[in-house]
């Protein structure tokens, strides 16, 4: 088994839109990302690679990099699922916070937990996502941002050769 865990934030900037755990959901402001913000993504992404001894999502996709300017996060998930199974790892369980004044989660969670079930090839009873405020306290209590944390399990996948 590995444990591994994750921690992205994002600043509120333009926009009318977030995009969390490959959903996209209506608000008053978009996220400031080089890719497109989604923190729960890039926590989780995190979470995996630290469990796998690889580094961080910066390492693997940097934001000096042109290639990853606006880029779909689900994306990148799937690579960093790829190197999980080179490994002949796979997911126990996923399990996210995502801290937000607003906008308000609860009628997403359903769709963001089944787009990362399915990214990591994961039942969906394996995979958790819930959402908190901080009350009115901290960046995320101001309403400035959005921050994610993330963390996973990791065992051995017996069905690999």
Do not use: W, Y
């Not at 009318?16 to 992404?45: K, M, N, T, Y």
């Not at 405020?133 to 309403?143: A, C, I, K, L």
Request: net charge negative; hydrophobic share 45%; aromatic share 4%.
């Amino acid at each position: 088994m590995r444990i591994g865990q994750g921690i992205d934030a994002h600043r509120f900037g333009e926009g009318d839109h977030v995009v969390l755990a490959g959903v996209r959901i209506a608000h008053e402001h978009g996220l400031i990302a080089h890719s497109d913000g989604d923190v729960v993504i890039h926590a989780l992404c995190d979470a995996l690679l630290g469990a796998m001894g690889l580094g961080d999502i910066g390492h693997h996709f940097p934001d000096t990099d042109a290639t990853f300017k606006g880029a779909d996060s689900r994306s990148l998930l799937r690579q960093v699922v790829s190197l999980m199974r080179e490994r002949s790892l796979q997911v126990g369980n996923a399990d996210v916070t995502v801290v937000a004044q607003a906008p308000r989660l609860a009628g997403h969670v359903d769709n963001m937990q089944l787009n990362l079930s399915d990214d990591l090839g994961a039942k969906l009873s394996h995979v958790n996502i819930k959402a908190t405020t901080m009350e009115g306290m901290g960046f995320t209590g101001r309403g400035e941002g959005i921050a994610a944390f993330a963390v996973v399990l990791l065992t051995a996948d017996t069905a690999a050769p």
